[in-house]
């Protein structure tokens, strides 16, 4: 199809997966930050089944994959990500064990009590952090887990400015007590919960972006809308440094009783 005949969003949604996939993580996180969310986890076993959802081209999963027995499946909506999840799972030898898959996390393709552990690293605001919990709750066993994170704000107040950009941005964030007293609503114990260090935003998700922009404007010289979808990463970029401290990601992880 020529660029003419795509409609703004289907051009945007391209240009968006291409520009992602050019980056190892998708969201904010690191290695380090997906051991520590493991470490609440236990008894998996080789057995164990696991389901990464919202996956990305799995910079996450194959830190799971290398630090825990057990087969996982990555769920993600954009068949480029999924493509490259399945080339990254081969290229570290973990294709026996480790399959992405391409589907919606409104409609995930599990049995009921078949899933030993649920993860999500950045990608459950996409049906929103309730509806996830609830609605994915009944694909995992009786004592299995869920670990997500989820942008929460840090402070019961914060500036105008950051607020605007989050009411529009994802309205269901919310303070960290709130969104705990939401999962044992949904029917988990809280286990754990834990504010992702400032680098997962700065060194693995920022910092990558700046060649990942040039190499993309470059590519894309003159087209408006690559530019601005650009400006838009940047203008994110500036207002996480200037209000880190109201808001960030934060580890859920949770046991269905
Ligand atoms: N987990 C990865 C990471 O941390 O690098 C990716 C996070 S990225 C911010 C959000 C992901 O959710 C994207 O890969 C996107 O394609 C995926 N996504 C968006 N809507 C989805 C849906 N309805 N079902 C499954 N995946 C979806």
Not at 22 to 39: C, D, F, H, N, Y
Not at 46 to 61: L, M, N, P, W
Not at 181 to 207: D, I, R, S
């Amino acid at each position: 199809m020529s660029d003419e005949n795509k409609s703004i969003h289907e051009f945007d949604f391209n240009l968006i997966c291409e520009y992602f996939s050019s980056v190892e993580r998708q969201g904010p996180g690191s290695p380090e930050v997906t051991i520590k969310a493991l470490s609440f986890i236990d008894s998996l076993a080789e057995k164990s089944r696991i389901a990464d959802i919202g996956c990305g081209t799995g910079g996450q999963t194959m830190v799971l994959a290398q630090n825990t027995p057990g087969s996982i499946t990555g769920v993600d909506l954009f068949p480029a990500f999924v493509d490259q999840f399945n080339a990254n799972a081969a290229r570290l030898n973990l294709q026996d064990r480790v399959k992405g898959i391409t589907g919606s996390m409104d409609s995930l393709p599990f049995q009921d009590v078949e899933l030993d552990l649920i993860w999500s690293e950045g990608a459950i605001y996409n049906i929103g952090f309730e509806r996830g919990l609830n609605e994915w709750r009944r694909f995992l066993k009786p004592g299995g887990c869920i670990a997500v994170t989820e942008s929460s704000w840090f402070t019961d107040e914060r500036p105008d400015e950051i607020q605007a950009f989050w009411h529009d941005a994802y309205p269901e964030i919310n303070t960290i007590p709130a969104k705990v007293a939401q999962m044992q609503k949904a029917g988990y114990v809280p286990v754990a919960t834990f504010v992702l260090p400032e680098n997962c935003w700065t060194e693995h998700f920022y910092a990558p972006q700046v060649a990942a922009r040039e190499a993309f404007l470059k590519k894309h010289a003159g087209n408006k809308i690559a530019e601005e979808f650009i400006s838009n990463q940047r203008h994110e970029t500036q207002l996480y440094n200037k209000y880190k401290a109201y808001y960030g990601y934060v580890f859920y992880i949770g046991k269905k009783i």
